[in-house]
């Protein structure tokens, strides 16, 4: 395993990571023919992961956790936090329609499906283990690693926002003792998972679940206090480091007989954060890239956790189990920050210390998510130094009306290649999303499915396909996937 290698050249990290936060690089912009006339995904190797990635909670259905407090207003303030008072109650429905799901990643080419399992179903109360409902993920798996094409492998992730009730009634992420019992979680998943998978995603987004809850608190616990958001975000790369230990040692089954029994890594959401001005627009633009981009993969590089949230806190502590416990570095990108600071909110603390200036050149999704696929490319080419192979294990656009989506794949593709040209190993590109579901506060109004759904007026929940299956299904044919 490579990692922490290269991470020897500090000065370089330091150069790519000015460069990506915008410190001093040249405005970058693709240009539209070259997107055009790009032979999309040319080269990548026989093992190349193309697929598409869901999670359980705003698919399935039937869930019961905190989110489902947060939705229906069971916090202190008494308040429902979902747009249009939307609840994941039924979602997707995938718990029961799973098999349509698995129907349309095989419709899609796909050879990798990153799902997730919901911990909150399978351990409803402490240390419990729900039999059945372990039996129903184990014929989802089956189902992917026998599809009719070729094999689908799946990738497991095991935490994706949501935690069962039994956890947040003990402080969540702040109890002392959540990472030892995610481990144990972890543990059980292996065992009962283990021989159907490999590829292991012990966290999604450990950055947006602290920015979310615990600076902005806009999800669940709903605090905003950014002190206790560094320190959750700690205790979460503690409980990753616990919980990628505890599924080497449960799981020694390799499910595709390539050699490895596991390749675990963690999925990391990363923006550009770019200086909408002048210096100090720069400046704190710089503090965010730090927090947000750079804290998780140099706690992994370096087995020592630092996180720095000036005028609030400043962590340093060894977490040497940290290291090595990435085999590769997932990548979910969105979009870009243009960063107008907000000096004086930033130094009382009191709010965002900088706004969000949208550049009206640009186009943006349902979501007002400016689309920027040459950020994805410098950041590819900023993780690089790490030296662990990257799979990009989220990218796609909240687009209704399903018109940006075929050229928002084709831009992020090209940004794909583009890095990978330059020799930086990215070894997997997954599609966020499959199909439409619970967007989190946005309710069901972020349509991010290559399959959409009708909420409203189609009990059914058919799965219908958008123009981008043409264009995904483009990708499978050029990797003799279809
Ligand atoms: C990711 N933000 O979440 C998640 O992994 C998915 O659950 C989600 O559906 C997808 O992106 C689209 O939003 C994010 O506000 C949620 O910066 C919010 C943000 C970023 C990522």
């Not at 405005?27 to 093992?47: N, S, Y």
């Not at 963690?266 to 965010?288: K, M, S, T, W």
């Not at 969000?356 to 689309?371: F, L, N, T």
């Not at 199909?435 to 058919?462: K, Q």
Request: with cysteine.
């Amino acid at each position: 395993m490579p990692a922490g290698g290269p991470y020897a050249n500090p000065a370089l990290l330091t150069l790519a990571a000015i460069a990506a936060a915008g410190g001093c690089h040249k405005p970058l912009t693709f240009d539209q023919q070259d997107i055009d006339h790009h032979q999309m995904l040319a080269g990548v190797g026989p093992g190349f992961l193309l697929g598409v990635a869901t999670s359980a909670y705003q698919i399935e259905g039937g869930n019961q956790n905190d989110w489902t407090d947060w939705e229906r207003g069971r916090y202190a303030d008494g308040q429902p936090h979902v747009a249009d008072g939307a609840s994941a109650s039924r979602a997707a429905d995938s718990w029961n329609l799973w098999r349509q799901d698995v129907a349309a990643v095989e419709d899609l080419g796909a050879n990798v499906y990153r799902l997730g399992i919901e911990w909150s179903r399978l351990e409803p109360t402490e240390g419990a283990w729900d039999t059945a409902a372990a039996a129903r993920y184990r014929e989802m798996l089956v189902a992917l690693r026998t599809a009719r094409r070729h094999p689908i492998a799946p990738m497991l992730n095991l935490y994706h926002f949501t935690l069962p009730h039994w956890l947040a009634a003990r402080g969540g992420w702040e109890w002392a003792g959540a990472p030892e019992a995610f481990a144990a979680f972890a543990a059980r998943a292996a065992d009962a998972f283990g021989d159907l998978v490999d590829l292991w995603c012990t966290l999604n987004e450990p950055n947006v679940y602290v920015t979310k809850g615990y600076i902005a608190g806009q999800w669940p616990p709903g605090v905003r206090d950014p002190a206790r958001g560094a320190r959750v975000l700690a205790r979460l790369l503690q409980a990753h480091a616990l919980a990628a230990a505890a599924i080497r040692v449960h799981d020694r089954a390799d499910a595709d007989g390539d050699g490895s029994a596991t390749r675990i890594g963690l999925a990391h959401n990363v923006r550009v954060f770019d200086p909408a001005g002048g210096p100090v627009d720069g400046l704190i633009a710089g503090i965010a890239d730090n927090f947000y981009n750079r804290a998780i993969p140099d706690a992994v590089a370096t087995g020592r956790i630092h996180i720095a949230l000036p005028l609030a806190i400043t962590i340093d502590e060894p977490a040497p189990a940290l290291r090595g416990s990435f085999d590769w570095l997932g990548i979910n990108y969105y979009t870009r920050d243009l960063v107008r600071s907000q000096i004086v909110r930033a130094i009382t603390r009191r709010g965002a210390p900088y706004d969000q200036v949208a550049d009206p050149a640009r186009p943006h999704s349902d979501m007002g998510w400016e689309i920027y696929p040459e950020g994805l490319y410098r950041l590819l080419l900023s993780f690089a130094p790490y030296g662990w192979p990257i799979i990009v294990t989220e990218s796609g656009v909240a687009d209704r009306a399903g018109k940006l989506r075929p050229e928002f794949i084709r831009s992020h593709v090209y940004a794909i290649d583009r890095a990978r040209a330059e020799g930086v190993p990215v070894i997997g590109y997954l599609h966020w999303s499959l199909i439409d579901n619970f967007e989190w506060s946005h309710g069901y109004e972020g349509r991010f499915g290559l399959y959409t759904i009708d909420f409203a007026g189609d009990p059914a929940l058919t799965r219908r396909p958008t123009a981008a299956v043409a264009t995904f299904q483009a990708l499978a044919r050029g990797l003799g996937l279809r």
